[in-house]
């Protein structure tokens, strides 16, 4: 039997050609991750980027407002934001008396415009949590609603999301889904990326394959220097997540995101392999092979200088490749994966499902926002999601993936990037999942300041000494906030323990499994 999603959700692959061209220009900011392209879209015609005829909207259940109303989304913008724009414009196409504002202006325009809503209660139905609230303190405060009761069938909507997407203290809190995750995370949020031109200049014709170690990479960015360049560009606001990887280059077993060993439900920024990157990217700095002022830079800024033939290569991700492809067709780059310590194949650890979305607590058109959503999260919704991003997002859907991979609709840098994020990445285990209390304690859980990136600024600044002091003590204040945040969380009922962080039988090298978490002691 079709899916209702399926009726009306036709596109031919001329739309899909006619509507990626369209999308180009905006792309060429919008795929940055703290920047983004701001529109809006309603009755009166498409959004910068899209074409409301590329997505036939289907009949979904509900009863619509008859009036004219007009739905706002606000997010960061980058990849998604073509997308997000195309499904809102089908959606005004179908009902034209519902306006639809999209506004993805970048981080900075999140932080301010979600609280200033909220405390004017005129947020927008939808949008990105600041990054400065979590997700708990969002429920806690009432900013958000739950979704369950928006989307239609949404049991067989939810069908469609692996076990391991949809979980307690990440989406679920107290036994209802509030928000879910548009795209898959397995992705590498740093890659080598180098300037074919700048690198062949230094005796690097095929440099992905000729710089496969540490010691390679400095005799690399040495040799760019000799002839003038920059060798590596780099932000300030990234080095956390730089770090992290040539950390991961070297053995380390935890999760980037937040340092966690889930081997031994332990922090880990003391360990060996992550004072070695550590001490790999000082050198480098000491060695003037990192650009001048790179503490100050922020990774956009970075990005964008990249294109001007003035530096060897950067550490990032592959977010970048529809707005280079777009802001300078003519630059031609090489990726690869980062170099590692030894020149072996190393393992990224991730938790699946990124770019959360939220709904408005007291939103006045709730069968609006369900409808959306709805179909956003269905196959086809998926698939236009992959083919609008040109692949540079992949769905959680598998079939969506594979039904999207048509000829000349994915780009080729594109589907490198998801090639090499296959061969190293791999699901861990969620503490969410083996006792769904942690989302008790991820409720209680303060953040931590300063956090890494900023020890690492201090440090690499000559602000802060002996990293592994410095580190240590980010270690400490790490622990303790986990501590008081189950002491609190078990005083309300919670079960959890130190123990539940600690996975015995994980093998990185492998994607965790349901099978996994039932062979656990």
């Known amino acids: ?31 940055q991750v ?14 910068k980027g899209s074409n409301p005829k590329a997505i036939r909207f289907p009949d979904l259940k509900g009863k619509l407002p008859t009036g004219d109303v007009t739905f706002r989304w606000v997010d960061s913008g980058d990849l998604k934001s073509v997308w997000e724009r195309s499904v809102l414009d089908a959606f005004t196409a179908k009902h034209a008396n519902v306006r639809t504002q999209y506004d993805g202006n970048g981080w900075d325009n999140v932080n301010q415009v979600v609280p200033l809503g909220i405390r004017n209660k005129s947020a927008p139905d939808v949008f990105a949590l600041p990054q400065d609230v979590p997700p708990q303190v969002a429920i806690n405060e009432g900013w958000v609603r739950p979704i369950d009761d928006l989307i239609p069938d949404f049991d067989t909507w939810r069908s469609r999301f692996g076990s391991d ?11 209802r889904v509030y928000s879910w995750p548009i795209a898959s995370n397995r992705r590498l949020e740093r890659m080598s990326i180098f300037d074919t031109a700048v690198m062949r200049a230094a005796g690097y014709d095929d440099p992905g394959k000729q710089i496969r170690t540490w010691d390679d990479l400095t005799v690399a960015l040495t040799k760019v220097r000799k002839t003038g360049k920059v060798g590596l560009m780099a932000g300030g606001d990234g080095l956390g997540g730089i770090v992290g990887y040539l950390a991961l280059t070297a053995g380390w077993t935890a999760l980037p995101a937040n340092g966690m060993d889930l081997r031994t439900g332990q922090y880990a920024y003391t360990a060996d392999e992550f004072m070695a990157a550590y001490e790999l990217f000082d050198k480098l700095v000491t060695d ?10 922020l990774e956009k800024d970075a990005r964008a200088q990249m294109t001007a033939g003035k530096s060897g290569m950067i550490f990032n991700g592959p977010w970048d490749i529809p707005a280079w492809k777009k802001a300078a067709p003519q630059w031609k780059y090489d990726i690869a994966s980062l170099p590692s310590q030894d020149g072996k194949p190393f393992l990224v650890p991730f938790l699946e499902g990124s770019n959360s979305s939220w709904v408005y607590a007291h939103t006045k058109i709730p069968t609006v926002v369900g409808q959306i959503l709805s179909y956003m999260g269905s ?17 959680l859907q598998p079939e969506a993936n594979k039904a999207a991979d048509q000829p000349g609709l994915l780009d080729p840098k594109a589907k490198a990037a998801v090639a090499l994020a296959n061969a190293g990445m791999h699901v861990a285990p969620r503490p969410e999942l083996r006792n769904p209390d942690v989302a008790k304690v991820n409720i209680a ?22 990293p592994r002091k410095q580190f240590a003590s980010l270690q400490s204040k790490l622990d303790a906030a986990l501590d008081t945040a189950i002491a609190t969380a078990k005083k309300k009922g919670s079960t959890v323990t130190r123990d539940d962080y600690a996975f015995g039988n994980w093998d990185p090298a492998k994607d965790y499994t349901g099978d996994d978490y039932k062979a656990l002691k």
């Open 379 to 395: 196959p086809e919704g998926q698939k236009m999601m992959v083919i609008l991003s040109e692949g540079n997002l992949r769905s």
């Open 288 to 297: 003037k092979l990192v650009v001048s002022g790179f503490v100050t830079m």
């Open 445 to 466: 859980l303060k953040v931590v300041t300063p956090n890494l990136t900023d020890v690492l600024q201090g440090l690499l600044t000559g602000q802060l000494s002996d």
């Open 34 to 47: 703290d920047t983004g392209s701001g529109t809006s879209s309603g009755s009166g015609g498409a959004s």
């Open 165 to 175: 997407v949809l979980v307690p203290g990440v989406s679920i809190f107290n036994d």
């Open 1 to 31: 039997m079709r899916s209702p999603q399926s009726n009306d959700a036709r596109l031919s692959r001329r739309g899909v050609l006619g509507l990626i061209g369209a999308a180009g220009a905006a792309l060429a900011t919008g795929c």
